[in-house]
């Protein structure tokens, strides 16, 4: 227990002084602040790579500046909402028994083993992209998971403390998750209804991720940061869209994995179908971190499986790998495609025409950022030199994850807007102000 309350109040300490330039709250501060400081750990652990030189200096100064510039844009505290409160603290209380969880394997192959060459500094991690020893540990995978654990195992002085890693990791999956519930909180101006809404989103995410929420593996914050995005960018928010928190969210899920990339593109990409000039120019800066290690990464010799497996594949290949991958991906999206689809349309009908219409275009988006995403994934699932029905086994439950979290969160904002319309706003009216929409700057 002792390494999940040292990951936390790291995490805490580190965190809540950079979200208060996403939101003046003190939910929004722990939630997103954890975001904003993964983000900043990705950026310096690229760096480090790049210059093949010690993480900490560039970890050490982008957070002294990612802390000066959140002082100056931040607006005085206002009080949260007791209820969204509730729903974040019943999430922390259901992953508080981390440390009895075990910890899977690739968690250790992958995740754990990138933040110990972190921990060696950028030189140790830019040589094992190069290492036909450790090509199976997915060396080209974002670092912000590992780069947040090489942080708090040096701050503790723990070495390559596997339960250390662990903590960290599920918190970093709780604000993911806590992102998600408030911004589906938002969506209404009826307390209850828009705490209920959220709160329901964590119950059903929880019990879809299962023991992946506290295993060590990332895809429970790279579905949770999916699901913030998609409700604050694309989502059906009253007369705004939050676009700093929106955008550090798709930013956090392109750092977390490769897939957490791609839906972070599609995200972006339906998101900038209604935007102006300006406004693509503010959505595509949410992917700059995520290219920049992309790029850096390339060129130190990191080599995902997708571009070796392409090279060796071939159209009779991929034609027999057609049926087991549309009958696993269908068999884990379509039931609850289903169930969504009926509670949208249940509470669709009780909205006036103009909130049917706003309604109705999140849905829509939200389905295409998932159309999207899965034919990514099964491009991705046609090309692999891997056996189709192992690598199906071992990975499409894990791989849904996003579009589950994101149908969810669809049925949960409408739901929000059916039953929390009101004239009692759900936030403080003080937050408002560091939620200004993009046409904001025009």
């Known amino acids: 227990m002792t390494q999940t309350v040292a990951a936390l109040v790291t995490l805490v300490a580190l965190g809540a002084p950079l979200g208060g330039a996403f939101s003046p709250s003190l939910g929004g501060r722990l939630v997103f602040g954890t975001a904003a400081f993964g983000v900043v750990a990705s950026i310096a652990a690229t760096l480090a790579v790049g210059t093949s030189t010690s993480y900490w200096p560039w970890l050490i100064a982008g957070w002294i500046a990612a802390v000066v510039v959140a002082h100056r844009i931040s607006p005085s505290a206002a009080r949260d909402d007791p209820l969204v409160m509730l729903a974040i603290a019943a999430t922390a209380i259901a992953l508080a028994p981390v440390m009895r969880a075990p910890i899977g394997w690739d968690a250790r192959a992958i995740w754990f083993w990138h ?24 060396v080209d995978y974002p670092p912000l998971a590992p780069a947040t654990i090489a942080a708090i ?78 409700v604050l960018l694309l989502g059906p928010q009253r007369d705004r869209v939050p676009s700093a928190t929106g955008l550090l969210a798709v930013a956090a899920c392109a750092v977390t994995k490769n897939e957490g990339a791609i839906v ?33 990464s390339s060129v130190r010799g990191a080599r995902g499986d997708l571009v070796l497996d392409a090279r ?42 103009e909130r049917r219409r706003t309604i109705w275009a999140f849905a829509a988006k939200s389905v295409g950022v998932c159309a999207l995403y899965v034919l990514a994934l099964s491009g991705a699932y046609l090309v692999s030199r891997h056996d189709i029905h192992w690598y199906i086994n071992a990975s499409a439950t894990r791989a849904v994850f996003v579009v589950q979290f994101i149908l969810v969160a669809m049925g ?31």
């Open 115 to 138: 933040a110990a060459w972190l921990q060696g500094g950028g030189a140790a991690y830019a040589h094992a992209f190069v290492m036909p020893t450790v090509s199976t540990t997915h």
């Open 153 to 230: 195992r040096g701050i503790w002085h723990s070495g390559r403390d596997a339960r250390m890693a662990q903590a960290a990791t599920t918190w970093l999956s709780f604000a993911a998750l806590a992102a998600a519930a408030w911004s589906i909180a938002r969506v209404g101006r009826r307390r209850v209804a828009c705490a209920a809404a959220a709160l329901g989103f964590v119950v059903v995410a929880l019990e879809l991720a299962g023991s992946y929420s506290t295993n060590g593996y990332v895809d429970v914050m790279t579905a949770g940061w999916s699901a913030a995005g998609a």
């Open 264 to 296: 972070a593109v599609c995200i972006l990409a339906i998101a900038a179908l209604s935007a102006t000039r300006r406004e693509r120019v503010r959505l595509l800066a949410a992917i700059v971190p995520a290219a920049a290690w992309v790029a850096i």
């Open 312 to 353: 060796h594949t071939t159209i009779a290949k991929m034609r027999d790998r057609v049926a087991p991958t549309a009958s696993a991906l269908g068999h884990r999206i379509g039931p609850l495609l289903a169930v969504i689809a009926v509670v949208f349309l249940v509470h669709w009908f009780a909205l006036d025409p």
């Open 412 to 442: 949960a904002a409408t739901v929000a807007d059916a039953w929390g319309a009101g004239v009692s706003p759900s936030v403080p009216d003080d937050d408002t102000r560091h939620d200004q929409p993009l046409a904001a700057t025009r």
